[in-house]
């Protein structure tokens, strides 16, 4: 059974650009989560989709968004890069919302790398 | 939510067991404990995680206590591929919509 797949592994883009970040969920799995790890504030939660809909949202400005596909895969998009977004970003497969009330899993991808210069 | 308390690092023989403690003293009674590790630049790997009962699966024991205040992530036989940093997480109810990492602890097996 393949995991989490995360596309790019790496990416390199100036301040001001934007970027697009892929997930590809477990086969079967309808909930992605992505979190944001950099070394001063470790493991933070960015957002959750499950089928389609924008579940839960942390506490990232609004240059940060995403979406969810009918086929369960999730992009991110962070606009408007800065310095400080430079970070491993992780995404989260499960096969329920972790806000729907059921005890679930989450297997996370890679991550994908991303250099803000 | 409820907060947890590990140590910043320990070291284990190869071979031996590994023993990682974690404090949850403000756990409530429907919050889960979650086990994670994380080798260097890697995404999280999903260990176990337990409610009241002690669980096995293939990779590891968790063990918590009748109080729930704490618990104990057993790697039987320790590698030299378990060194990674282990996060103990309590997820807050069935309606807690992420989880929230810590520090956790730096774990080096040596040979």
């Known amino acids: 059974k393949a995991g989490v797949t995360q596309t790019p592994r790496y990416l390199i883009k100036t301040r001001g650009q934007q970027v697009t970040l892929s997930c590809s969920p477990i086969s079967g799995h309808r909930s992605v989560s992505w979190y944001q790890q950099t070394p001063g504030q470790g493991l933070q939660f960015l957002f959750e989709?499950?089928?389609?809909?924008q579940r839960n949202k942390g506490n990232f400005p609004g240059r940060f968004s995403g979406r969810q596909f009918s086929n369960s895969r999730s992009e991110m998009n962070v606009s408007t890069l800065e310095l400080g977004d430079s970070a491993l970003y992780l995404c989260a497969s499960s096969l329920y919302s972790w806000g729907g009330g059921r005890n679930t899993e989450a297997f996370f991808g890679q991550g994908t790398r991303l250099t803000v210069v | 939510d409820a907060k947890t308390t590990q140590p910043p690092s320990m070291d284990c023989a190869e071979g031996r067991a590994a023993n990682l403690p974690c404090n949850h003293s403000t756990i409530s009674g429907n919050e889960y404990v979650y086990w994670y590790r994380q080798i260097h630049s890697q995404g999280p790997q999903y260990i176990i995680h337990g409610l009241k009962n002690n669980e096995t699966n293939e990779m590891a024991s968790l063990i918590i206590t009748e109080d729930r205040k704490s618990s104990t992530l057993i790697l039987p036989h320790a590698t030299l591929r378990d060194t990674a940093v282990y996060y103990c997480?309590?997820?807050?109810?069935?309606?807690?919509?992420?989880?929230?990492f810590g520090a956790g602890t730096t774990v080096t097996v040596r040979a």
């Open positions: 997480i309590v997820r807050a109810g069935s309606n807690d919509y992420k989880l929230s």
């Open positions: 989709y499950f089928s389609e809909t």
